[in-house]
């Protein structure tokens, strides 16, 4: 008898396994299953998280779990889209009253009432709560734990906030502790545990440093203190700047004019360069005022060390950062150009020690990456290396970035793939070519790219094989394994989940699939997807698809 009913177990077992849904093989192990058909009415929905779901109906919300079953009732009137901390702030009230917030838990119950004008998420047990104007902390059991009577108060870091109250700053601890009195126009957290200070307005005022128990490091007697980068920062003075420790030494003298391009100064296109604070051990530095609108002529920047060792000669008129042991500079001039006066620059390259690596012979010069960097010359790209020698002919229209040794370059309105040497890996006759990643599907032997050719997408690897063909609208990974693949348009397409081979692994529903891409690796980690069809006249229905693979070798 109890073999018999061991035989029967194994039976129903096997009948169960035999009607999962089937994995997705080549190399994937796993499922992929539509765990609820698109049947749930709901105004709109939000990515799961921990198992669960914000959705809304009727102008009120509430959370279900991945079977689409109401877990926590569809009858508030606001609600964050997750919990933090096994919290989530809900409201009651419109978008034309405003509303007011409390805190409920996961099984729906108010644990904190509606009484706060403002919230914020928990961390580290405790949110940031207003009410009447004024802010202040609570715990998890309601609990204010910094009273409520403060302009405003910022996150806590290392047990300390900045607050604001009648006009002044000043630092409070996460119990309501004054630290640091209120007698401060301003603070902000530098590197440390130091705190930048400033007595009085920005025309007059003065700017200094302080421990974080208030301790005088600095003394208020600059114009302003920039943010420390390795240990230095830069601090104004009599219109002159230079560079002071974290112990107030002065350790470059006040003899530059400035240390970074004003968004006022014609040449803020360059901006996107090396800013001036110290980066590798160097920092940009200008014998021009900015300050005061000096700028006029060009060619006024220079390299400095940490003791203040000029190693570019203050000629240049934008500094790239160090990259492989080079940095990229420009001089040029001021024209008028399309939008207004603008500076045209002549690029080249410079090592660590001041000496022209690259001559000044070209366009533009990208940032040196695996020995080489793209540049354009008489309209054309090519590639050229560390020595400054033409690795690549003029002869591309674009040419991307080298990563794992192979680059997109782009000619006569079409793609392909070179590697640093200048062969074609993949031929140029694609449309579009997106970047090629070792793990895009989890495989390993060779990078796997997206492109697109005659107005379709599929899969190539960085060798030009086709893994999927040409014959989808669109393609985007999922998760490990499997992607979504779309073939025609929004309203008429059809959407499958494939694997690496582009085999069908799941057909899905018409309109297939919502991906929130603000919390797409959360989606991912969890597995679980909104799928849905119909459409905005006349409504959508939602179901929900499940994904659980893992890559075997």
């Given amino acids: 008898m109890k073999n018999k009913k061991m035989i029967s177990f194994i039976l129903a077992a096997v009948i169960f396994l035999l009607a999962l849904p089937s994995a997705a093989l080549n190399g994937i192990s796993g499922f ?3 765990l609820v058909e698109p049947s749930l009415v709901y105004d709109a929905v939000y990515s799961f998280r921990d198992g669960m779901a914000w959705v809304k109906r009727d102008g009120k919300v509430g959370f279900v779990n991945k079977y689409g079953e109401v877990v926590i009732p569809i009858e508030f009137d606001a609600a964050s889209h997750f919990f933090s901390e096994g919290l989530a702030r809900a409201g009651q009230g419109s978008m ?4 007011t917030y409390g805190f409920i838990d996961k099984t729906g119950a108010l644990v904190i009432p509606y009484e706060y004008g403002s919230a914020r998420r928990f961390i580290n047990g405790s949110a940031y709560v207003s009410k009447d104007g004024r802010f202040g902390y609570i715990d998890a059991s309601g609990q204010i734990t910094v009273p409520l009577e403060y302009d405003w108060i910022t996150e806590f870091t290392d047990g300390l906030a900045i607050a604001r109250k009648g006009g002044f700053s000043g630092v409070i601890d996460n119990n309501g ?6 007698d401060y126009t301003s603070l902000s957290f530098a590197e440390d545990g130091l705190i930048n200070a400033r007595h009085g307005d920005w025309q007059t005022g ?3 440093i302080l421990d974080r128990f208030g301790n005088v490091v600095v003394p208020f007697e600059y114009d302003w203190i ?7 920062a830069a601090v104004r003075k009599d219109d002159m700047l230079g560079f002071i420790d974290i112990t107030g030494n002065v350790v470059i003298p006040f003899q530059y004019g400035s240390i970074g391009i004003r968004e006022e100064d014609p040449r803020w296109r360059s901006r996107w360069a090396h800013r001036g604070s110290f980066e590798d051990g160097f920092a940009v530095i200008s014998k021009k005022d900015w300050e005061n609108g000096d700028w006029e002529s060009g060619n006024e920047y220079g390299l400095i060390d940490r003791t203040g060792n000029v190693m570019l000669p203050f000629e240049y008129d934008v500094i790239y950062s160090f990259s ?5 500079v420009g001089i040029g001039e001021l024209r008028d150009g399309e939008w207004g006066l603008d500076l045209y620059h002549t690029f080249g390259a410079v090592d660590t020690n001041g000496n022209l690596v690259v001559p000044f012979d070209y366009e533009s010069v990208s940032y040196f990456l695996e020995g080489v960097a793209s540049a354009r010359k008489d309209g054309k790209a090519g590639l050229i290396d560390t020595g400054g020698n033409v690795v690549i002919p003029f002869e591309y229209n674009w ?3 080298f990563t794992n040794g192979v680059a997109t370059v782009s000619k006569d309105g079409k793609n392909g ?8 890996i993949i031929p140029i006759e694609y449309d579009w070519i997106g970047s090629f990643s070792y793990d895009w599907f989890n495989r390993f032997d060779n990078a796997v790219g997206i492109a697109g050719k005659d107005g379709k997408t599929g899969l190539l690897d960085n060798e030009g094989n086709t893994i999927i063909a040409f014959e989808y609208d669109r393609i985007w990974r999922l998760i490990d394994g499997v992607a979504f693949a779309r073939k025609g348009n929004w309203s008429t397409g059809t959407d499958t989940i494939i694997n690496i081979s582009g085999n069908t692994v799941n057909a899905l529903p018409l309109n297939a699939l919502l991906q929130f891409n603000e919390d797409r690796n959360n989606n991912r980690a969890d597995g679980l997807f909104w799928i849905y069809t119909g459409d905005s006249a006349n409504g959508f229905q939602y179901g929900i698809l499940e994904i659980n693979t893992e890559y075997v070798e």
């Avoid at 034309?96 to 509303?99: D, K």
Wanted: aromatic fraction near 10%; glycine fraction near 16%.
């Fill in 32 to 34: 992929v299953r539509i």
């Fill in 96 to 99: 034309e009253t405003g509303f």
């Fill in 177 to 182: 502790n004054s630290i640091i009195p209120f």
């Fill in 206 to 208: 003065k700017a200094g």
């Fill in 226 to 232: 920039d943010i420390f980068y390795e240990g230095l």
């Fill in 324 to 328: 492989e042991g080079l940095a990229v």
């Fill in 399 to 401: 040419i991307g970035p």
């Fill in 417 to 424: 793939l070179i590697d640093s040497a200048g062969n074609i």
